[in-house]
Structure formats: C-alpha cells, structure tokens
C-alpha cells in the first residue's frame, strides 16, 4: 500500500501569512493526487485534484504543485476561514490512502 | 444538486453487526462509484472501501477487509454497508462519498457522516 506523510502536523499562522504544507508519497503517483480542508464535525471538502487543478468554487490562493512523490498545498494569503485541517489523499490505484492531516492553527 | 445521506449508525456492542445506509438523490446514482471513509474520534481520515458504478466491483482496506461488505442497488438509489465482527476500533463517524466525475477522481460529494460507537 502507498504510504502518504504529510508535514508539519500542526501550523500556527497569522490571518495574511502564505503557508505550505507538504506531502510525500512512498511511491511514484504522477499526478493523482487530491487535496481536503476539514471543519471540525463537518465532512471533508475538495480543494485540489490533478495535485494542481482547483476545484470549482475553491478560491484562488490555494494552489496545488508537485508530481511523482512530492507534492504541496500553499495559501497564498491565508483567511479567517482557512483555519482548518487539511488532508492529502492519493487516488493511484487501491487502496486510496490520506495522510495524517496538518491542522492550521491562529498564531 | 446531489447529496448523499447516511443513515444506520449508532451504539453496537463488540461482535454485533451493524448496517449503514447511503442514500443519494439525484437521477445519475448508477452512474458513479460510491465510496466509505471514516474518522475515528479525533483522529485523521481512513478510506474503507469503493464499490462500483454496477456493483461488481470492489476494493477494500485491509483493516475491514473479511469483516465488512458493501452492495447497493441502483433502483433504489442506495449503497449498504455491512459492518461485522465490530471492535472499539470500529468506533468512528463514517462517511459516503462519490466523485464529481466517472473515471478516476477523488471526492468532490460527501455525506454528512453517521457516527458508529462500538461499546458493551
């Protein structure tokens, strides 16, 4: 099975800050690879499939980038509602796997 | 606007079954594969299994794999899961989830999730 490990576990930043969280695959996935932001008691939402194309209503400062095993979310300028957990998720055959998730946090 | 809707959670004691609903509006549900994921309590997302546009097909993740089954039937606009052999480990909300598109895409619509609680 595809191993996902996403970094750091925890992000503490300012409302304005550009972050990036990584994600590394433990083997080759091109580009199948998605992004997830999760609300606390809420399902999880879409923000990136193709590892870099947005999905639609997804505002523009989130931004997908990487192939292969190497892969990054970045908020360009980060919100009030961005403060979330976000999760990678790899679709390169079955079993699909997540990663472990970076919680964003208000520093 | 499709929705999907779980339904069938609850308290189960350890080694009871339990099964849970997934039911989509919408006329193109047989159309898309449908698939589960869950998150225990506090913890991170575990993708569980997909079962196909027609139903047969199916993959699993080795942590429920022998002791779930998923089927759905299409005129009715509902995917079954069967939990079996449940353990505290089980203990999760789980959710229904398709893609936007056929083919090989993540998971653009979810449900609400339903929470399981595995306890004697």
């Known amino acids: 099975d595809i191993q996902m490990t996403q970094s750091p576990s925890t992000l503490s930043a300012s409302v304005g800050d550009r972050v990036t969280i990584t994600c590394r695959a433990s083997?080759?996935?091109?580009?199948?690879l998605a992004w997830y932001q999760q609300k606390p008691g809420k399902a999880p939402k879409l923000l990136i499939f193709l590892a870099s194309e947005l999905e639609s209503g997804v505002p523009s400062r989130f931004s997908g980038s990487g192939s292969g095993t190497e892969f990054a979310l970045t908020i360009s300028s980060l919100q009030p509602d961005d403060f979330a957990t976000y999760y990678c998720?790899?679709?390169?055959?079955?079993?699909?796997?997540f990663g472990h998730g970076t919680k964003v946090e208000i520093k | 606007q499709v929705q999907l809707v779980e339904s069938g959670g609850g308290v189960v004691q350890p080694g009871r079954p339990l099964r849970l609903s997934c039911t989509a509006s919408g006329s193109d549900f047989s159309y898309y594969a449908i698939h589960w994921v869950r998150q225990a309590p506090g913890k991170g997302l575990e993708w569980i299994t997909v079962i196909s546009y027609d139903g047969k097909t199916q993959f699993w993740a080795d942590s429920v794999k022998g002791r779930f089954s998923v089927s759905r039937d299409n005129s009715k606009n509902i995917v079954h899961l069967q939990l079996s052999s449940l353990t505290g480990e089980d203990t999760a909300v789980y959710f229904c989830?398709?893609?936007?598109?056929?083919?090989?895409?993540?998971?653009?619509?979810w449900g609400q999730g339903t929470l399981v609680t595995v306890s004697s």
């Open positions: 998720q790899h679709y390169n055959g079955f079993p699909w796997t």
């Open positions: 083997q080759s996935l091109g580009t199948s």
């Open positions: 989830a398709r893609p936007s598109y056929g083919g090989n895409y993540p998971l653009a619509i």
